[in-house]
């Protein structure tokens, strides 16, 4: 039961707590279900341990065999969790007790597991969505209820407190996600310092994970490394890095507690972009500062995601790859063809916050609900900006063969689109711009050691790394 | 859908499932579980993926959303899964046909997953035991039982086929293994050239990641890399190597066709070892090689493992810990304080090969029935050994302190046990040595790359290291 992050101080977890009970209307017992372990191939061959985010928010402790709870009837707040029996000694060491543990994340009330059925028993239950299936499993049995039940059974009021508060970052978070965004910063440094023909893209992801491990962190997700920047989710590796290319990286470090960093950046394998894609590339430069020097609280992040694709078009159109009126492209969805997804996402313990709890609470609220539109529909932020809230901004061009054959067999967007041009650069490939921004009371501020965006120091890093 | 592994030739898979077919008597349906995405804090957040093995086996294709079947009483081979839809391409880019990726492993019969559960109603169904919570959710669903009807009611006969055919490895399959236990070996050598005092743990855990990484394989287990041998499953690694301390190192990486390897090595952060280092390290390195001498068909593993056991004993009454007559102190098995656990187990696809059969089905038979004793209820294989089996050898000595108190306490094993000498090492450590073999007509041959084991050579090695 070595914890395996950095603890905040106890009063932390307490206060976090404490807070929680106050803004939460009603009686019953709130549930915190810590992770597992994930088996691979074999119930015993694990993949790397990590607790549930809200878990480690309320409660700290980072290894499996624990569940929380706080009755809001009685006030009590409890971890369930076995201690070691000498057999388990043997073979994993002599490790703290629970009553040791508990007590670093202020909860002096630990019970064994199995007392927890009985604890919950006729008592009214509030649990945050499930997304593993071995919460499914322990929920049907422990409350009694169906699969069916436990999936649809859980508590929007118990959500929308704790999404408010995860939501705002105080200042220790910041700083935890300050570190994430820094080791990431470094990750893609040493990727633009390393990358060049002849490379497998592998070679790339692998140098992603170390730099995160030789610091004893993990990666936040699966990096994407890629020549096919055009693939949104894109985990393939196998391709060879050739003169010519771009290659694209997205990538993130969890720091030392657990927060995420999470960032993209694009750049040639040459020493320089050819013409076309340093055009290309500065038009979604230009998307994406004019996203960051609009980046404050109060305003909608849909309309930071439409101003991006505003300018994103205007760009497009320079370049001759679109036509006519960038507002009217924009609101065709014509931008669509070129970019495809969302300018950015909440970021937190998770690297999309709380995407687990659905993004109509967490990136939308009761004023503004998500579009359906092809494009709006893979925005995950949309509401106004708070100060506190921690955000990414990442706009981008992808040149989707099918996507290109698609609309044009349809006839869509024969107003915006310069057909022609575009189906003779049809194998372009893609580009995204990523950083990482906390909401401050005035405006935003970036997350981390700044790295090298333009494309002109992103070619002054190539030229030096190949010199 | 791209597979994320090499596959054998098409008719590698009919064969198998031909023979298969064959072995099994009785009629309905053979049902093959496909592994889905592990999701790590939510739901699209996934851990690499990982088909099941046996699926693997039988079916080849490692990408998640797939499920297969064979009917005893048609002789239909089917696999289940979907295409991607153009909204799937934009995101995960154009990807072979379900039709063309299951042709691969010879399977012309593809169906769309919701034609799965009509096809299996009012069928005898036989499936192996379940090790996923996704698969008891999955099939409580497909089959319309209760979690606990769909953990206990797996088939045993169709357990016994499969364990029979997949414990004699093919020659394409020797080939893989021999390439996983390569990749391994480096791993290993790596980690014995780059140890040096100051260093932490994780920065040779991240080494061991990065050399199958840079391959583009995986590693087939968490690896262990601690200063603390003597915790058996030990994944901490936040320690700092120190002169004086053994750095114990097990693990290994997966071939690119998915087979594994495990091996270990035990070394002293010095160039050299101490003198109660190196005579406790001949101990181990002799009982190992007594065990590869006498490894052969037709010996049963468990008396292997008693031989590796005397081996030990005697050596540790020649270093003074231990005393009396070795084969009595084995009988009594005082040799457990020392040595916990097994000498070693199978492998094959899964690192403890089809480990989630149960042991009762792959280490043992009608004939040999596992002990319940402490240190041989660890013992994962003791069945006679057949010409294509591949097993791993790893005797050690683990000073546990924990254990040294119980024993002491309990006065257990005071003819066998100097327990004066022994507790002023009580801090000693741990000691293992692990090689694989696969067990040929007469005898048996080292998988991979050989690698130093002997106490010289393992000095030879981090002299040159350190110089």
Not at 27 to 43: A, C, D, M, Y
Not at 227 to 238: E, F, P
Not at 275 to 299: C, F, M, N, W
Not at 317 to 322: K, L, R
Request: hydrophobic share 40%; proline share 4%; with cysteine.
């Amino acid at each position: 039961m070595e914890n395996k992050n950095q603890l905040f101080s106890t009063e932390t977890y307490s206060k976090r707590r404490s807070l929680l009970k106050k803004k939460i209307i009603g009686s019953g017992v709130l549930l915190f279900l810590g992770n597992q372990e994930s088996s691979i191939n074999f119930k015993d061959n694990w993949y790397p341990y990590r607790q549930d985010s809200t878990f480690l928010y309320y409660f700290g402790l980072n290894f499996p065999g624990l569940h929380a709870l706080i009755d809001l009837d009685s006030g009590e707040e409890i971890i369930f969790g076995d201690d070691l029996t000498i057999d388990e000694i043997v073979w994993k060491g002599p490790q703290p007790s629970m009553t040791a543990m508990s007590a670093k994340v202020g909860i002096l009330d630990t019970r064994p597991l199995e007392k927890m059925k009985a604890y919950l028993s006729q008592r009214e239950v509030h649990y945050l969505p499930v997304y593993r299936p071995e919460h499914v499993v322990f929920l049907t049995s422990l409350l009694d209820r169906s699969y069916t039940e436990v999936d649809l059974e859980y508590s929007v009021s118990f959500i929308k407190v704790v999404a408010a508060q995860r939501a705002v970052k105080s200042p220790e978070e910041l700083l935890s996600l300050n570190e994430a965004a820094s080791i990431t910063s470094q990750i893609h440094l040493s990727l633009m310092q390393q990358a060049k023909a002849g490379m497998k893209e592998y070679e790339l992801a692998s140098r992603v994970r170390q730099v995160a491990h030789e610091q004893n962190v993990n990666i936040s997700f699966q990096p994407i490394v890629t020549i096919d920047g055009q693939i949104l989710h894109n985990h393939y590796y196998g391709n060879t890095l050739s003169g010519g290319d771009l290659l694209l990286c997205d990538a993130g470090a969890e720091s030392s507690h657990l927060y995420a960093g999470d960032m993209t950046r694009t750049f040639p394998v040459d020493p320089a972009f050819s013409t076309l894609q340093k055009e290309l590339y500065d038009v979604v430069h230009r998307s994406h500062l004019a996203a960051i020097a609009a980046l404050k609280p109060g305003i909608k992040f849909l309309d930071l995601h439409l101003l991006a694709c505003r300018v994103l078009v205007e760009g497009l159109v320079e370049v001759g790859i679109m036509k006519g009126q960038p507002q009217d492209a924009v609101a065709a969805g014509a931008h669509t063809m070129f970019f495809q997804c969302g300018l950015g996402h909440m970021m937190g313990l998770d690297v999309h916050d709380m995407e687990n709890f659905g993004e109509a609470y967490v990136g939308y609220d009761d004023q503004l609900k998500k579009s359906t539109a092809f494009g709006l529909k893979s925005l995950r932020l949309g509401k106004a900006l708070t100060p506190g809230y921690v955000v990414t901004i990442e706009p981008g061009i992808y040149v989707i063969p099918e996507l290109i054959k698609q609309h044009k067999e349809k006839g869509s967007y024969n107003d915006f689109i310069n057909y022609p041009l575009l189906e003779k650069h049809a194998d372009f490939g893609g580009i995204r711009i990523e950083d990482d921004f906390v909401i401050t009371t005035d405006g935003a501020q970036l997350l981390g050691t700044p790295l090298a965006s333009s494309s002109d120091d992103i070619e002054s890093i190539r030229k030096a790394a190949l010199s």
